[in-house]
């Protein structure tokens, strides 16, 4: 049913580009982030040939707006959280093989390549539109620089073009009682006419859709998504009056005030982040056609439900109006992580106004990367919205991770370790239960791959889990502090097969917990090197493989150190009055 990714050649994936107007949260890392790069962890161990391209989208209103309230100029705004980004993600574990930004010179030509390719071929066309005014000022006032009431809804901070309360689109005009929305003017604008550019979306109609028909195995929220837009398709505009952007390239007068709309510049980062990623690795000018225009390349967008449209319809547009260029094979779109309010025993929407988002920067301040990772993988908003709540998030991280994986690893290896000279001990005469055992290995590792191919992390992240289980299970069957002191042959059986878990569990658990798996690969003295954008060799079936009796074998360390209650709950107070921003 899913298109295999087996019949591809290579995998490019992207995870959208975050805002640099503010600092990356877990609701964030929860849809777009995580789980891409479990997905590309899982790739590289596979030997696959896989890019995973990120960056900063550092264009539009929001950034201009910021610097004027914060009164210095929107690149110090963009490299202030550019920055801050990169080290929440890298401290996060998200193997970026590029993290660009949309501020780099090579990306005015990329996006203008684009653009011209459009124009030429007829597909943008210029409209003169009525648009909010400041006659204070003397200039226009696109997006949020204008505030009002909610034409469908009645919501009284709606943006100029837009209700974030009911998600409803409009033309300026028909904003009730607007006003000026930035620093030094709340005055009331007028409307005016300006000149615009729009991409006639209508021409790609026939294309989209045979393309979705294409793809009955995306999420439905996708599909629906994507099929509403598609099936409603109009012309888009795609500038807007601003000096912060790309500038339009058109021989035109209007043209000069007006840059093109961050929106049709920032998926196209994707591409000059991977131009710029074959220029910094010496592969020459056209290493990015490989991943951009060969047909044996699979790509797969990691995104929020915001972000669908775009992804699924008007990016795709974008694509097919060039030439040569491939169109995404998947488009992941998660739900929404929400909060759950422990006060008022309900979810709410992480938002700044609340001030009740949790910063990864923050959160990476206390605890371990693993542990963050664990829950929101658990957790992940893959069907519906779920909600960070910090019991949950202890229990599960102490009750699964800990008592599951951690505590079997530790109770068979501190065994092999101390009982068996620092090594792997001698099998014996395996029993009926010892081979179930260690064929259970391969049949999870299978399990867990079959989920991550199919996009399922929470069930791949729960078959790890499993197999945790049952080898405690055996562990307790097997009883071998009993057998230790009977029968030292019938010990080392079982502490051999034990191993050997212990051994899968190390490399089932590489994609979701790479700090573990570092830790626990050198306790028992082996490598997990995971192949990159030219592939390798397929570590991850080595899952399934058996370590000798006798390899060497480290002092165990604890690999998930349980979480401590009442630290928890002091997190959860600093979260509550707001200050995990
Ligand atoms: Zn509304």
Redesign the pocket.
Known sequence: MTSSSKQFKRTLVTSALPYANGYIHLGHIAGAYLPADIYVRYKRLCGDQVLYIGGSDEHGVPITLSALRENITPREVIDRYHVANEEAFNGLGISYDIYGRTSWPLHVDTTQQFFVRLEESGHIHTETVRLWYSPKLERFLPDRYVTGE?P????TG?NGDE?E??G?QYTAEDLLNPRANVPGDDSTPVLRDSRHWFLDLPDFAEQLEAWLDSHPEWRPNVRGIAYGWVHDLRARCITRDTDWGIPIPVDDEDAKSKRIYVWFDAPIGYVTNTRQWGLDQGLGEDAWKDWWKDRGTRMVHFIGKDNVPFHAVIFPAMLMGQEGYITADQVVGNEYLNIFNRQTGKSEKGSKSKGNMISVRWALDQLSADCLRYYLCAIAPESKDSDFDWDEFMGRYNGELCDVVGNFVHRALTMAVKNFEQAVPPEGALDEEDQAMLDVISVQRDAVAEALENFRFRQALERFIDLGRKANVYFDQKQPWVTRKTDLERTATTLHVCCQVVHGLCHLMAPFLPEGARKLAAILNIELPAGGPDGGENIWKRAGDFLPAGSPLQKPEVLFPKLDPDAVAALAEIHEQGGAL
């Open positions: 909610c469908q809804c009645g919501y709606a209700c309360q009911c409803a």
